[in-house]
């Protein structure tokens, strides 16, 4: 099956402080193998040097089996190299997807347009919001929706029954399709790069609460949306995707809230879309996101 | 002469608490002396109903003179409005641009090719700079150029030369070049809303020394440049332009300096022509511009 | 009720050749009877001096009633002027929409997302495709869905059973969302420049069928999408939105499509907002689109 | 010294029908002779299954001379592969490229503002031009300036000039900065892939003479520039670079073109830039331009 044979397809990023023969050493070990490489993209930071590598090949004729390649892999990095990361995926993969969301529907319909196309190929098995209100967008598509309120006094109990939910799910990403609360450090710590919130700013400008209005009041030419990687810093996380429109005077706050959602969604959307596809390496509060 | 044609107009800015009336007042008051309105721009500030207008009109068939412009103006808003602010200007005006240059190029010969090729209609009495660098391409234009080199012991003397500079050569507009000094208080509020300086990042984002390393170092995904008003708020003043461009984990420090010069090069003309073609309202700490 | 309250206003949209004083006349019949205007924005176009204007009104103490603005409007447009085309139109319209779709989900599930959240103010009595397959979000929405398939032998009678529907549900606006059918030339006259279509390239290039192999082919920088009135040429059109994106030799057709898609739901949902919001003058196969 | 460590580098360009092992066979090749690679991009075309590369590495431990790394790489290529495509390049190369211009400015003075600057690491042996126009900016800066006008009658023989003109000149590549002539099959060919035009449209839109007055009566929303190899099909040549802004009403023809200015010299400068950092392969009549 032609569909099944696009993705048989293996993908390695790798990160290191610059060593010699890296490239030649792992594009000689795909080959030893029978791999044929598809694509590949190397850099290296030009400021502290460190090394940078997303490879993706065929698996039809490898002759390293799946079960066996990431030990495999392990010993051939041990055996080279020095203080190297690496993370191994394929294309076939299914990512489980937890949406945390409140009221706004925009970037949450947007997600599950996408599901309920099958333009992505995730799973979604469940829904946590603090609200009740947007129940029947999940409920018609089977996906349980847990609605877990959260005050101030409550937080640190509720957090425990999301992350219950969250590890009986096998849950691999946390998308928080604008969800009003902040999340602990707690929390956080449980899915490191693996929780990607959808802020409505190009940040750095304008962090924290109704960036709209800031960006109003300071008069700027241009709006935007940022998808990052949530880490105890708030808005302060490695930055996945960006984008901007630019406004004018005729801008009020109401319609750059209005205009503001279709960015938002589309950012949001594809910084989702880079991680599921194995497409983004983080380091040093920043990331690597490959086309 | 067509030329001379198009450009006998007149322009108003104006901008004032909303009032009733403002509009049908003014358009009347144009129509009953035979001008013939050629664009006009309204509209009201959401947050706090501020009222802004620009209206141009045709000055061939105008039964009022120019000499006498201002004065039947200043009358006719006294008797219909209460603090209206206002600004008359013509087309054919020729703004007299200082420019103040440090050691980078690429602005500051831009602002030049478009003055030689006649593209702005503008005169440059003068180009003041710290540096002797670039004097070769003020006096092939034939543009005084005048070194005056800022220390921390000087600053006070060699701001007072440049004011007296400016005001010799009765300069309307002055336009920082990537000058890499910081203007003093007093120096600004000689210029209120008349000194454009071009700041590579955009703002908010990223103010202060070496915007580009800041920005490489969050790992934005966009970088750009922002053209402002300058006042005693160091990278605060009203924003007038700004554009951005898209970067990625291949753009190095060096690499975002070269591709920022030409960013920064057409939003600094562009926030300049803006300026120069009364096409800006300030109030506020923000810009009104209109295109 | 603030939601009244603002809405509670109307809308003039006029073009006509240059004439004096259309400007002050208007604003003076506006402020005559009490109409506080809001926003205005008039130009001429340079090429052959024709006038376009929108104005903006409030309502609420204006002294002409609604059910008889019509007539005044007409009667002081034939007093004052000649061959002047206007439209009245209120804030509060609630556009009657229909959508057509064959196989494409994307635009047509973001349509539907805008609608269930009421992101915009219109009614969608029917949804017409010419496939069964997208049934079920039509129906969760309680729109009535109708599977009207085309062959080349039946076109004429299905168009026909179309119309039919059309005029049942008072229909005011058709939108293709990625519909496959070219409408006859009969169908689009009902609906002149009330039919929009969603191209997904940037028009005029890569017009008629697989714009984006087209694209991919000619080996362009940018893709885009364009939203237009459908006429009887073929993605001829008076264009309402556009967008583009940088592509690079990464992006075979397949990604052309999965990031097109993202443009093309954006832009369509742009152009559609202009026109149900009252923001698009027609002239010349060519469209005024106000902010 | 810093500077010359930066630039003892060479860069290869391969592409081929896709084979087994080329990658590994490349670094290994590399590797083996001391070469660090910097940085490598590989991708196959989707279409038609083409392998596509570019590698670049430092020479200062490197094992093979410059004086024999051509022979080299050419022994290497022929014994591994068949019909592989391969073109080797060294950073510190210094191209000589000659201008030709007419009567616009914009495009010529930001070249001559690089060229000056030192922003591009060239030799600008020759400026030709059909009129006399722009000698003053050559003279100055100490380039030869040819005035060759050609008329319907004397076109062969000035063009037979000069070519005689570029090979004496040893000149690598030819830039027309808005030269408003089309030159003859017979003269491109001397220089395939080696002149580069720019073109005031995003092409394939509005190809031909007057662009902005094309694009303004199609009332397109976004208006571009392109620079492209030239080929003997009029502005039908590989895209090197594009660019785009949006448009509105408000654009007159005159508007367009000048707001099209800075786009021109901007996205031919982006070509240029390419070109001579040896970025750009050419394949089918489309480019991979690399970053």
């Known amino acids: ?24 050493n792992i594009s000689q070990f ?20 460190h090394f940078f590598m997303r490879v993706e090949w065929d698996l039809h004729e490898f002759t390293i089996e799946r079960k066996n390649l990431h030990e495999r892999i ?15 995926a394929y294309r076939d993969w299914v990512p489980r997807m937890a949406i945390f969301v409140s009221k706004y529907e925009h970037c949450y319909y947007d997600l599950l347009s996408r599901y309920e196309s099958k333009e992505w190929n995730i799973e979604i098995p469940l829904i946590i919001s603090n609200h009740d209100k947007l129940r029947t967008a999940a409920e018609r598509l089977n996906i349980p929706y847990y609605h877990i309120p959260i005050t101030k006094d409550n937080k640190q109990a509720q957090e425990h029954k999301q992350l219950e939910l969250l590890r009986l799910h ?6 928080l ?16 790069n693996k929780i990607i919130n959808i802020h409505h700013s190009f940040l750095p400008a304008f962090m924290g609460a109704d960036p709209y209005r800031s960006a109003f009041q300071r008069g700027v030419k241009f709006m935007g949306a940022t998808a990052h990687y949530v880490t105890s810093d708030l808005d302060e996380g490695p930055i996945i995707a960006q984008d901007v429109i630019s406004i004018s005077h005729r ?3 109401k319609r750059m809230k209005r205009r503001g959602r ?7 959307a594809k910084g989702i879309w880079s991680h599921i596809n194995n497409k983004v390496i983080s380091y040093k509060n920043k990331t690597v996101v490959y086309e």
């Open 1 to 24: 099956m032609k569909a099944n044979t696009s993705i048989n397809r293996a993908i390695l990023l790798i990160h290191c402080a610059d060593q010699k023969g890296i490239l030649s």
């Open 30 to 49: 795909l080959s030893d193998h029978n791999g044929n490489i598809l694509s590949l993209d190397q850099h290296e930071d030009s400021e502290d040097h």
């Open 74 to 88: 392990d010993l051939f990095m041990n055996e080279k190299f020095t203080h190297i990361h690496w993370h191994l």
């Open 170 to 175: 096998n849950i691999d990403l946390v998308v």
């Open 177 to 192: 399709a604008r969800y009003m609360q902040i999340l602990s450090k707690n929390f956080i710590s449980h899915y490191p």
């Open 251 to 253: 801008d009020s706050i």
């Open 262 to 268: 279709d960015i938002e969604k589309i950012v949001f």
